[in-house]
């Protein structure tokens, strides 16, 4: 099987990728062009995980098929895993698929491709701490809907128990962690409102962060501002906290030990192990190392988004980021159909930081905007920050809906929450 374009990975970055080169491309010339390939059958927007866990976003309405996007952005979709790459004869290797009794239901496949694109994403790095790997992650929407399933049995456990209190404890004091404290904190007061007073119990939040502040990629202010807004909200702000260990039921720190019933590891981002092995220059997070173009150290193959380690300023590379995906997705669909034409895109990719925004829960948020209306650093907060929060995954939609499509779904999510409410309770 050979295709001119595969993309592996339809995250933030590939799949807006898959959808611009469709259009323009797929159109005219059939969808059997380009091929994007990823593990799951349906795409959800990896910022949203923590809204999945809380069990305000349901994952089965969220979700958007790959096949049907495929049809409407003019594109083809295979599921699968990518297990091996030749970066010489280019040639890609899908794991076979296996139903959940282990039965081989599609086997091990090979694709060849003209040009290749690695759009992989990233997972967690548990920087080698004992017992992490049995906390909680947020890297897969099977992670977030499993943590959502033990988070309903935790809150049934407390709401029978005699001390009445739940502890979640949160590593990692970045976008995730604070973005899902909040919104844990929605989703027991969504629960409460359902419960009766006999049946209340306390929800106990600690987030735990080494650095002095949470929030470090971010402007102090905004830090601070979180700081304030989630202490008030009654959240445990562990500053300086190096976690030593993580048990079953406590999180052993530097600071002494905290207890908990559910504890999530959200610090650190780092790609797959598996990425050194796939004959590509890799750096010490496992990202493919990329130039300031997102080729690869082999001709023809480009990375994007979490698993390329891209070079930005000071030494430093692109942050992780979706905005950072969603970026080089449109530089690189510009590129491959310059050079469809023989021509060359002359500019190098350039990050451009437009700032950060973090959500605090239903009607808040606070962030920093970079070079807009109020100088290089615009702070805003409340309800403005939250409208600018929205409109980022608003934005994502459309890449790959279009206007009409996404002003619907977002239409349908609201009424769904108005008949159902917000939070997901099976
Ligand atoms: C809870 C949470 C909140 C976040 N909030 C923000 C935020 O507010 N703002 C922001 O800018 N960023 C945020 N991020 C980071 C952001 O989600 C990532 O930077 C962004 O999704 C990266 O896009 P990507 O396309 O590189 O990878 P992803 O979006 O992770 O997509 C990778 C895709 O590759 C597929 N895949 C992986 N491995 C394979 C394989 N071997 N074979 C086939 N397919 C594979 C996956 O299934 C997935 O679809 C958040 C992340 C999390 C977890």
Not at 120 to 137: D, R
Not at 220 to 236: I, P, Y
């Amino acid at each position: 099987m050979h295709y001119d374009i595969v993309i592996v990975g339809g995250g933030a970055g590939g799949l807006e990728l898959a959808a611009q080169l469709g259009r323009k491309l797929g159109r005219r010339e059939g969808k059997e062009r380009i091929l994007l390939i990823d593990r799951s059958g349906f795409h959800i927007w990896k910022p949203t995980l923590h809204e999945v866990a809380a069990g305000t976003l349901d994952v089965h309405q969220e979700g958007l098929s790959y096949p049907i996007l495929g049809r409407a952005n003019h594109f083809s979709f295979h599921l699968g895993e990518l297990s091996a790459l030749d970066p010489v004869a280019k040639r890609l290797t899908l794991k076979a698929i296996t139903a959940k009794d282990g039965a081989v239901l599609v086997p091990e496949r090979s694709i060849t491709f003209t040009w290749g694109v690695l759009a992989i994403g990233s997972g967690s790095n548990l920087f080698g701490t004992p017992g992490a790997e049995t906390a909680h992650l947020l890297e897969r929407t099977e992670d977030a809907e499993a943590f959502h399933t033990r988070l309903l049995a935790t809150f049934m456990k407390a709401s029978f128990a005699p001390e009445r209190t739940m502890g979640v404890a949160i590593v990692g004091g970045g976008a995730t962690g604070v973005e899902l404290s909040a919104e844990l904190l929605e989703a027991h007061r969504a629960l409460l409102e359902s419960l009766g007073a006999e049946q209340r119990f306390r929800l106990d939040i600690t987030i735990v962060e080494a650095a002095p502040r949470i929030l470090g990629g971010l402007p102090d202010k905004t830090s601070a501002q979180a700081t304030v807004a989630l202490e008030r909200k009654g959240v445990h702000v562990r500053t300086g906290a190096k976690v030593i260990a993580v048990h079953a039921d406590r999180l052993e720190t530097s600071l002494g030990d905290i207890p908990a019933d559910l504890i999530v590891w959200a610090a650190g981002v780092k790609a797959a192990d598996s990425n050194t092995g796939l004959g590509l220059e890799t750096n010490r997070l496992n990202q493919f190392v990329v130039n300031d173009r997102l080729e690869t150290s082999a001709p023809g193959i480009w990375a994007l988004g979490d698993c390329a380690g891209c070079p930005w300023k000071d030494g430093k590379l692109v942050p992780a980021r979706a905005q950072a995906a969603h970026q080089q997705a449109s530089y690189l669909a510009k590129a491959l159909l310059a050079r469809l034409r023989q021509a060359r895109v002359e500019e190098p990719y350039v990050y451009k930081d437009f700032g950060s925004l973090v959500s605090l829960g239903e009607n808040k948020g606070v962030g920093a905007l970079m070079g807009g209306l109020g100088g290089p650093n615009f702070f805003i907060e409340g309800l403005v920050a939250k409208w600018f929060y929205v409109s980022l995954h608003l934005a994502h939609h459309k890449a790959i809906l279009g206007v009409g499509k996404t002003a619907t779904l977002a239409l349908a999510r609201l009424l769904q929450q108005r008949v159902a409410g917000r939070l997901k309770l099976h």
